[in-house]
Every structure is written in structure tokens, then in C-alpha cells.
């Protein structure tokens, strides 16, 4: 995979085939998201078939079962997901009830004399229908494209690997005994559906207790509770090719009504053609879709991708697994059609030609013209702008872990194919940034000049006062469900190792943020502390006079404050040459070489020297990153190597100055895709904030927070009566930001050290380094 590439199906197939990789991508995405609901519908049919009478007036038992089944199923696909996240649970319940009542005939009836099919059906495993179980069984293992958001969701990723071999572990141990079981019971005779022979033709067939009908109960609740899932994420990949389709998603006009009626009438009518050839039409599914999924394509990439630098052994395994898929596809394939016969043809026509069709719709939203300028506007305002089937993902995602797993298996897999096929409009080559005007970074919001006028003030206040209530809002959502720990930390002496910085470094790129204790010593920030305060009164003053333009000394940042034109909470841009500053550098990188080397490199680039520094009354920040994750949407083809921020407190900072928060793990492009699709309601963005992990440096002289600029993070309120001063630097492996201007990026540095110091120069400083005293000196004659 590319270096920083999101690490999801479609960038993989965008990695391996370019345009065509990700449409082979969607296409098959979305032959499982529509075929899967159709088979739910199918399934939910014969479910009601089992709990109501044979047949009521001029209906057969087929059309009662369907004309209830779609009365309770319609309502229900513009009912808010959330409410039926409880009866999502119905489905694991339901499994297991099933696993558990065909193991049991083993016990109850190991003769089968009490099945009333008598004499027993035989076995004979050459037939057909052992094709079609093939093609079924892979229908059951589904969803691989899933997986990558999946990690994400989880606490811990670095488990992922055990949680995939246990889950998948669990999966083929239930379906094989189930299956196994089954065949023993029923033999030839088995229909694809273990719920139709138990009520048919078992042990339990006219029993007293109706243990069929609770299963049905179960696996109707179920299948009704799965298809509005389903429906609404086809319904947002469909919203999406449309343009500015994005902004119907939350609040859906008629338009997103009608698309949902639209999909569930489209698959209620290709149900009535394959309810007779129920199981053909899961056998093709697993075998066109899934096996292509979850086998073809992948393999495929995979060979594209590594294909050089494999050797002989591997590259014939390769092309061996590509041919047992192909002949899978196929031989499933035929089989069902020749099985179903003209009605599973004429479903399959019909089930193609609709998904052919979305996938040339994408592929002509992809061409729209899109103006430039509106492009840029909302890039700025939208930094990884979003799709609806990202939202729906998180929508579902932050209500409930069963509610994620259950219903929106398949939506996962919508959202990043939508982020790779939806191209940007082209933008020229980013070149080397100028320093003409200083841009909006995307985790500062530029301190203004005095507004035009009286309107122009208040807009201001106002928009500042909002900022801050949200934050107040925000102090309470963090850490709400799992509380707020400390930042982990490690002593400086102990990353003079390589090998030990080295692990440090792989933890700060897995979780996103590191303390480190003792980093720069006391008599060193005391010194610096005291020029700040002067540098900083300084250059406010510089500015009110009309000597240097504010963004030549300092940032915007969130949430300053409304305490004149600088606010409680200013960026202070410092200078390298001030002999205090350098000294103070010298020492943070010399102390921690190892890990910056480790993290980004030998020849490491500095993009920011700065402070931020917060007065007593300083509000509490929103929730933000600092930049942006690339590649992304609008500039898939920028990429930019971590940056690693270290803010190095120069005062102990005690509860009531307030600390720096982070959300670890949210520094991947998977987790910015939920933040800014949370962003678009309230409610999701406190939820999101709420359910995320959450620590706090709570540092001492001289201790360090380091951290990846794209983690989610805030400064908390300074209610105290000291100011709050934390020295900064950013270092990256990448030297110079790709986008032009800096946009998006981190630009906290002044104009004469901006793409000027690696690594070794700034190592270089403590070789001139004079004395403390020394340093005392020049600072005071400064």
C-alpha cells in the first residue's frame, strides 16, 4: 500500500488497477448491499409463512406471508436506526437458538424415525446441490471489505489480528457443525432455509411446544431489523453520485424518501421472482459476490501490488488461488442458473443491469464539472469532506457496538468507495509554499483586524461566544463513558536508548500522543518563560502600532478568548535567533534525539516554533486537529508524512491552568471520516466525542507532550491567576507541506526559520551553545 494511504478495500484497489480497481471495488459492494436485502426480504417471506395460517381468501400462503411481511418492513425504513439497534440483538440470539435446536436432533432423534419423511432421506455428496452449498457457505462469510473499519472502531487495533482468527475462528466452527448436522438429518431432502425443515420435517414438526414458531419469531425480527439498514445505505451511495447530494443526508427530503421506497419496491418485486429458487439466489449471491469480494479481488490486487518482488513458489499460489476463484464463480454461477432456470435468469438480468447502472451513474458523477473556486471554499471549510454513507456508518457507529457489527456490516464498505471514486476537481501541482499572507491552519482560526464597523464586532463576539459554549459543552463529553486517565509517559533517560526509543516512537504512531518527563531542564524554561512574557507583550505592542502585521508574530488559534484584539490565548511565533530560544532547542533535541530520529528520522524538518500561551481566563478549546490527514478526497494524490508536535510546559501546570486532552487513536483517515461525518449533527459529535478514549498531560517544568498534529485534542480553561505557557516545536520526515500555501497545514513559525532547519542543524546549535549565565545575559542586554 501507498505510504499513509487509508488502509481500506478501495485504496487498495486503487493502489493495484487505478479508477477501474475501485469500480470492481463498487461494483461487487454493491451487488452484496442490494442482494443481501433482497435475500433478507426472501428469508423474512418465509419466516411470516411459519407464523401465519395457510392462506387467507384470494391469497395463497405465499402472497399473505408477503403482503404482511412488506406492511411491517415498509414503516420501518423511515424509522430513526437508533430505536431498533435493541432489536438488532435479536439477531445473535437467533443464531444461536438455531445452532443449538438443529445439534439438538442429534440427541433428541439420532435415527431420524420421528422426521416425518419417511424412510429417511439418503445422502449422495456428488450433486448439485453440493455446488450450491459451496456458493451459500461463502454467502455466510461475507463482509471482508468491512474489516478495515472495523479495526478502527476497536479500543485496541494491535488486537485486530486475534479478534479476526477468534471471530472468524467461531464463525467456521458454528456454520460447519450446523451444516454438518443438517445434511446428516435431512440429507437430499435439506431446503436452503434450517428454519423451513425444522417446521416441516423434524423432530419438533406438530409437536405441542411450537419451537419452530419462536425461531421464526426470532429470525423475522431479525431480517426486518437488518433490511432499513441496508436501504439506507444504498439510498446515500445512490444521494451521493447526485450533486451536493451530501447535504440532503441528515435531514432527507422527499427525494431520499422516494429513493428508499423506490430500492425496497425494486427488491420486493425481484423477491416474488426468486422466492421459488430461494436457494439459487443465495448460492449465486455468495458465488458472483462474495467469493469475488473476498477472494478474487483482493488476491488480484494483491499479485498487481507484489508481484516483482515475489518469488516463484509465491507467484504460483497466486495464480492457482485466482483459478479455483474463477472456476468457483463460474461452475456456482451456472449451476444456480441452470437450477433456477428462466426465473433465476430473469432475477439476474434484472439484479446486473440495476447494478450496472448505479456504477455508470458513479462513474459520470466522478466527470461533473465542478467549479474551482466553490471546490476550494469548501475544502477549506470541510477538510476531509464526507459522504453520506460515512455519516450513516457513524450515525449507526455511535449509538451502539452490537448496532455497528449487526446492522451496517456492508455500509463500511460504501463510505471509503465513495472517498476514491469521488474525484476533486484537478488542481495544478502544489508548489513550493510563499509567505505572501499567512493561511488559516486548519486547528487555529486567524485572529482577525479590528471589524469594520459595529455590525462587524458583534458578528465576531457572537461567533467567538458560540465557539466557546460548545467547548464548555465539549468539557463534559470527553471522557464520559470511559473517563479521562493520564497521558502515558516516559522518563527521558530511558529514550537515550535507541532500541527503547524506538518501541516509544512505535507507540506514539499506533495511539497518537506520548508524555515525556524531564525533557528540557528547570533552569532552561524558567529563562525562556521570562523572555516570553516580554517577547509576547513585545509584539502585541509591535502590532497595535502598526509595526508588523499580526500574522507575522502570531497564529490564530481556537478559541482565544474575547479580551480585546489578542484574546487570553495567543500562538506566539518565536524566533531561532534569540540566543534563549536557540539554547532552549538545542536542549529539547539533543534530549530527545532517539525519538525524534526514530519518529521522523535522521534529517527530521522543522515546521513550527512557537508558544502557545494562555492567560488566566483563557477558555477552554473545542475539540480539534491540528491538520488535516493526507491523501484525502479533494487532494488524493498529496501526501504528507506525520508531524509530531512537542509542547514542552514551561511552569508546572496545576488542574486549575488547565490541561492538554487527546482522543488516541483518532489520527487515521478512517477516524477524521467519522469525526467530520459526526460534525453534521449535534448529537453525533457528542456522542462521537463521548464515546472515544480520552488522557491528559498533566506536566510538570520541563515535561513534554508530544503528539501527531492530526489527533483530536483541546486545551482546558485557564481559571487561574497565572499564565499558562506552553514552548513548541513541529517536526516532520516530509520537509515541506504539499498543498499550496501551507493550506490545511501547520504555519506556526516565523518567516526568516520557515523550510530553513532540519534535525542536524538544530543539533548543531548545542555545539555553540553558551553557558546559562551567558544566555541570562544577552537576554536581559536584548
Keep these: 500500500m501507498p505510504t499513509n494511504a487509508p488502509k481500506t478495500y478501495p485504496e487498495l484497489g486503487r493502489a493495484a488497477a487505478g479508477r477501474w480497481g475501485v469500480q470492481a471495488v463498487m461494483l461487487f459492494s454493491f451487488l452484496e448491499l442490494f442482494g443481501g436485502h433482497i435475500i433478507l426480504i426472501l428469508v423474512s417471506w418465509r419466516m411470516a409463512g411459519l407464523l401465519l395460517p395457510p392462506g387467507w381468501g384470494p391469497l395463497s400462503p405465499m402472497q399473505l406471508a408477503a403482503a404482511v411481511s412488506t406492511a411491517l418492513q415498509l414503516p420501518l425504513l423511515f424509522v ?196 421459488q429458487v430461494l436457494g439459487s439466489a443465495l448460492s449465486l449471491l455468495g458465488g458472483l459476490a462474495s467469493i469475488s469480494c473476498s477472494l478474487l479481488l483482493p488476491t488480484a490486487f494483491y499479485s498487481l501490488l507484489s508481484w516483482r518482488r515475489l518469488g516463484a513458489p509465491a507467484k504460483v499460489g497466486l495464480v492457482a488461488l485466482l483459478a ?191 508524555g515525556i518527563q ?78 525524534i530520529a526514530a519518529a521522523c528520522g535522521p534529517e527530521a524538518a522543522l515546521h513550527e516554533l512557537s508558544c502557545i500561551y494562555a492567560a488566566p481566563g483563557a477558555p477552554r478549546q473545542c475539540v480539534h486537529a491540528d491538520t488535516i490527514v493526507l491523501p484525502c478526497p479533494q487532494y488524493p494524490d498529496a501526501h504528507m508524512e506525520p508531524l509530531y508536535t512537542f509542547f514542552v510546559a514551561l511552569q508546572d501546570v496545576a488542574d486549575d491552568m488547565g490541561h492538554t486532552q487527546f482522543l488516541p487513536y483518532t489520527h487515521t483517515a478512517e477516524a477524521h471520516v467519522l469525526w467530520n461525518a459526526a460534525n453534521r449533527s449535534a448529537t453525533l459529535k457528542e456522542r462521537f466525542i463521548a464515546m472515544q478514549p480520552a488522557v491528559q498531560s498533566a506536566l510538570k517544568t520541563g515535561d513534554v507532550a508530544c503528539f501527531d498534529s492530526r489527533v483530536l485534542h483541546c486545551g482546558c480553561a485557564n481559571d487561574s491567576q497565572k499564565s499558562r505557557a506552553l514552548f513548541y516545536i513541529t517536526l516532520s520526515r516530509q520537509a515541506e507541506w504539499p498543498l499550496p500555501d501551507g493550506l490545511h497545514g501547520s504555519n506556526s513559525i516565523r518567516a526568516e526559520d520557515l523550510r530553513r532547519w532540519k534535525l542536524p542543524d538544530l543539533l548543531a546549535l548545542r555545539d555553540e551553545g553558551a553557558p546559562a549565565a551567558e544566555v541570562a545575559a544577552a537576554t536581559a542586554s536584548a
Excluded at 419423511?117 to 461463502?138: D, K, R, T
Excluded at 447535504?247 to 428508499?260: C, D, N, S
Excluded at 524558567?526 to 508588523?548: F, P, T, Y
Design 324 to 514: 479455483v476463484g474463477v472456476a468457483l464463480v463460474g461452475l456456482i454461477t451456472a449451476s444456480n442458473l441452470a437450477a433456477g432456470g428462466a426465473a433465476m435468469g430473469s432475477c439476474l438480468f434484472f439484479y446486473t443491469s440495476g447494478t450496472l447502472s448505479s456504477c455508470c451513474l458513479n462513474g459520470f458523477a466522478c466527470g461533473l464539472p465542478v467549479d474551482l473556486r466553490a471546490s476550494h471554499e469548501l475544502s477549506a471549510r470541510e477538510p476531509a469532506r464526507l459522504w453520506p454513507a460515512a455519516t450513516f456508518h457513524t450515525r449507526i457507529a455511535v449509538v451502539d457496538h452490537a448496532q455497528r457489527t449487526l446492522h451496517t456490516s456492508a455500509s463500511i464498505m460504501a463510505a471509503p468507495a465513495r472517498c476514491m471514486t469521488a474525484q476533486p476537481p484537478a488542481h495544478p501541482a502544489a508548489a513550493p509554499p510563499r509567505r505572501l499572507a499567512r493561511p488559516a491552519p486548519a486547528r487555529r482560526q486567524l485572529a482577525a483586524p479590528p471589524a469594520a464597523g459595529l455590525l462587524g464586532g458583534l458578528a465576531d463576539k457572537m461567533a467567538a461566544a458560540n465557539a466557546e459554549a460548545l467547548a464548555r459543552k465539549e468539557d463534559k463529553l470527553v471522557g464520559a463513558e470511559r473517563g479521562v486517565k493520564p497521558l502515558p509517559a516516559v522518563p527521558q533517560f530511558v529514550l537515550e536508548d535507541a532500541a527503547k526509543a524506538a518501541e516509544w516512537a512505535s507507540l506514539l504512531e499506533r495511539q497518537g500522543c506520548l
Design 80 to 275: 430513526d436506526l437508533r430505536r431498533l439497534s435493541r432489536l438488532a440483538m435479536v439477531g445473535l440470539a437467533s443464531s444461536g437458538f438455531l445452532i443449538s435446536m438443529v445439534l439438538s436432533l442429534l440427541v433428541l432423534d439420532p435415527h431420524r424415525q420421528a422426521m416425518p419423511q419417511q424412510p429417511p432421506p439418503s445422502h449422495h455428496l456428488a450433486s448439485v446441490g453440493v455446488i450450491q452449498a459451496i456458493g451459500v457457505f461463502a454467502l455466510s462469510s461475507t463482509a471482508h471489505s468491512t474489516l478495515p473499519a472495523l479495526r478502527i472502531a476497536m479500543q485496541k487495533p494491535s488486537r485486530f489480528p486475534l479478534a479476526l482468527l477468534l471471530g472468524f475462528s467461531t464463525m467456521l466452527l458454528g456454520y460447519s457443525a450446523i451444516a454438518a448436522a443438517g445434511y446428516w438429518y435431512w440429507g437430499d431432502a435439506a431446503s436452503p432455509l434450517a428454519a423451513d425443515d425444522l417446521a416441516a420435517n423434524s423432530f419438533f414438526t406438530g409437536g405441542r411446544l411450537p419451537i419452530h414458531k419462536v425461531l421464526a419469531a426470532f429470525v423475522l425480527v431479525n431480517c426486518l431489523t437488518k433490511v432499513p439498514g441496508l436501504i439506507l445505505v444504498l439510498q446515500d451511495m445512490l444521494i451521493s453520485f447526485l450533486p451536493h447530494g451530501e447535504a440532503t443526508y441528515f435531514h432527507p427530503p422527499k427525494l431520499a424518501y422516494l429513493i428508499r421506497t423506490v430500492l425496497f419496491g425494486c427488491g420486493t418485486l425481484l423477491a416474488l421472482t426468486a422466492y
Design 518 to 595: 524531564n525533557a528540557l531542564s528547570a533552569d532552561t524554561a524558567k529563562q525562556l518563560l521570562q523572555w516570553i512574557n516580554e517577547e509576547n507583550a513585545r509584539c502585541q505592542a509591535d502590532v497595535e502600532a502598526g509595526r508588523v502585521e499580526f500574522d507575522a508574530r502570531f497564529g490564530g488559534v481556537n478559541c482565544r478568548g474575547m479580551r480585546g484584539r489578542f484574546g487570553q490565548r495567543q500562538d506566539l511565533f518565536l524566533p531561532l535567533s534569540a540566543p534563549i530560544v536557540r539554547a532552549a532547542v538545542a536542549e529539547l533535541v539533543s534530549n530527545l534525539e532517539p525519538l
